[in-house]
Nanobody, 125 residues
Protein backbone atom coordinates (compact mmCIF):
# COMPACT_ATOMS: atom_id res chain seq x y z
CA UNK A 1 0.00 0.00 0.00
CA UNK A 2 1.08 3.54 -0.74
CA UNK A 3 -0.14 6.67 0.98
CA UNK A 4 0.13 9.96 -0.86
CA UNK A 5 -0.24 13.32 0.85
CA UNK A 6 -0.40 16.53 -1.16
CA UNK A 7 0.48 19.95 0.19
CA UNK A 8 1.17 23.46 -1.05
CA UNK A 9 -2.24 24.41 -2.36
CA UNK A 10 -3.84 27.73 -1.60
CA UNK A 11 -5.25 30.93 -3.02
CA UNK A 12 -3.28 33.13 -5.38
CA UNK A 13 -3.95 35.92 -7.83
CA UNK A 14 -3.68 35.39 -11.55
CA UNK A 15 -0.07 35.47 -12.67
CA UNK A 16 1.15 34.10 -9.36
CA UNK A 17 2.93 30.85 -8.54
CA UNK A 18 2.45 27.86 -6.27
CA UNK A 19 4.49 24.74 -5.67
CA UNK A 20 2.65 21.55 -4.84
CA UNK A 21 4.33 18.63 -3.10
CA UNK A 22 3.25 15.01 -2.88
CA UNK A 23 4.94 12.86 -0.27
CA UNK A 24 4.65 9.11 -0.54
CA UNK A 25 4.88 6.67 2.35
CA UNK A 26 4.39 2.96 2.81
CA UNK A 27 6.88 1.99 0.13
CA UNK A 28 9.47 3.60 -2.05
CA UNK A 29 8.20 5.04 -5.33
CA UNK A 30 11.59 5.42 -6.97
CA UNK A 31 10.69 2.82 -9.65
CA UNK A 32 7.26 4.21 -10.37
CA UNK A 33 5.68 6.76 -12.65
CA UNK A 34 3.85 9.56 -10.90
CA UNK A 35 1.41 12.17 -12.08
CA UNK A 36 -0.73 15.15 -11.20
CA UNK A 37 -4.38 15.41 -12.16
CA UNK A 38 -6.93 18.08 -11.35
CA UNK A 39 -10.67 18.34 -11.02
CA UNK A 40 -12.67 21.54 -11.23
CA UNK A 41 -16.24 21.72 -9.92
CA UNK A 42 -18.64 19.97 -12.26
CA UNK A 43 -15.87 18.67 -14.49
CA UNK A 44 -14.10 15.38 -15.02
CA UNK A 45 -10.72 14.77 -13.44
CA UNK A 46 -8.11 15.66 -16.05
CA UNK A 47 -4.46 14.95 -16.62
CA UNK A 48 -2.00 17.73 -15.80
CA UNK A 49 1.53 16.29 -15.80
CA UNK A 50 3.41 13.02 -15.39
CA UNK A 51 6.99 11.93 -14.80
CA UNK A 52 8.71 8.62 -15.28
CA UNK A 53 10.59 6.74 -12.56
CA UNK A 54 13.92 8.46 -13.13
CA UNK A 55 12.66 11.92 -13.96
CA UNK A 56 14.13 11.72 -17.46
CA UNK A 57 10.76 11.88 -19.18
CA UNK A 58 7.81 14.16 -18.54
CA UNK A 59 4.45 14.81 -20.20
CA UNK A 60 2.15 17.79 -19.85
CA UNK A 61 -1.38 18.72 -20.80
CA UNK A 62 -1.37 21.34 -23.53
CA UNK A 63 -3.13 23.78 -21.21
CA UNK A 64 -0.21 23.85 -18.75
CA UNK A 65 2.83 23.37 -20.98
CA UNK A 66 5.56 25.94 -20.35
CA UNK A 67 3.79 27.20 -17.22
CA UNK A 68 3.97 24.04 -15.04
CA UNK A 69 6.96 21.83 -14.25
CA UNK A 70 6.82 18.37 -12.68
CA UNK A 71 9.86 17.01 -10.87
CA UNK A 72 10.72 14.36 -8.32
CA UNK A 73 13.19 13.63 -5.57
CA UNK A 74 13.39 9.88 -5.14
CA UNK A 75 15.57 10.21 -2.06
CA UNK A 76 12.66 12.03 -0.41
CA UNK A 77 9.94 9.89 -1.98
CA UNK A 78 8.35 13.11 -3.20
CA UNK A 79 7.05 14.58 -6.43
CA UNK A 80 6.52 18.28 -7.07
CA UNK A 81 4.47 20.49 -9.35
CA UNK A 82 5.76 24.01 -9.86
CA UNK A 83 2.95 26.16 -11.22
CA UNK A 84 3.77 29.56 -12.67
CA UNK A 85 1.70 32.19 -14.47
CA UNK A 86 -1.44 30.78 -12.90
CA UNK A 87 -4.79 31.51 -14.51
CA UNK A 88 -8.32 31.43 -13.06
CA UNK A 89 -9.00 28.34 -15.19
CA UNK A 90 -6.31 26.49 -13.22
CA UNK A 91 -8.63 26.57 -10.19
CA UNK A 92 -9.27 22.97 -9.14
CA UNK A 93 -8.48 20.30 -6.61
CA UNK A 94 -5.09 18.85 -7.55
CA UNK A 95 -4.41 15.17 -6.98
CA UNK A 96 -1.18 13.27 -7.14
CA UNK A 97 -1.13 9.64 -8.25
CA UNK A 98 1.34 6.79 -8.51
CA UNK A 99 1.52 3.72 -10.69
CA UNK A 100 2.85 0.83 -8.61
CA UNK A 101 3.09 -1.38 -11.71
CA UNK A 102 4.93 0.87 -14.15
CA UNK A 103 7.75 3.35 -14.34
CA UNK A 104 6.57 4.64 -17.72
CA UNK A 105 4.61 7.83 -18.20
CA UNK A 106 0.93 7.61 -19.05
CA UNK A 107 -1.70 10.35 -19.24
CA UNK A 108 -4.59 8.02 -18.46
CA UNK A 109 -6.25 7.98 -15.02
CA UNK A 110 -6.46 4.22 -15.33
CA UNK A 111 -2.69 3.97 -15.40
CA UNK A 112 -2.42 5.01 -11.75
CA UNK A 113 -3.58 2.94 -8.83
CA UNK A 114 -3.01 5.05 -5.74
CA UNK A 115 -4.23 8.59 -5.26
CA UNK A 116 -3.86 11.33 -2.70
CA UNK A 117 -6.74 13.21 -1.09
CA UNK A 118 -6.13 16.34 -3.12
CA UNK A 119 -5.20 19.93 -2.42
CA UNK A 120 -7.25 22.96 -3.43
CA UNK A 121 -5.77 25.57 -5.75
CA UNK A 122 -7.78 28.74 -6.25
CA UNK A 123 -6.69 31.43 -8.69
CA UNK A 124 -8.52 34.75 -8.64
CA UNK A 125 -8.58 37.26 -11.46
Amino acid sequence: QVQLVESGGGSVQAGGSLRLSCAASGRTISSNAMAWFRQAPGKEREFVAAINWSGSMTRYADSVKVRFTISRDNAKNTVYLQMNSLKPEDTAVYYCAVSTVSGVVTTSKGGYDYWGQGTQVTVSS
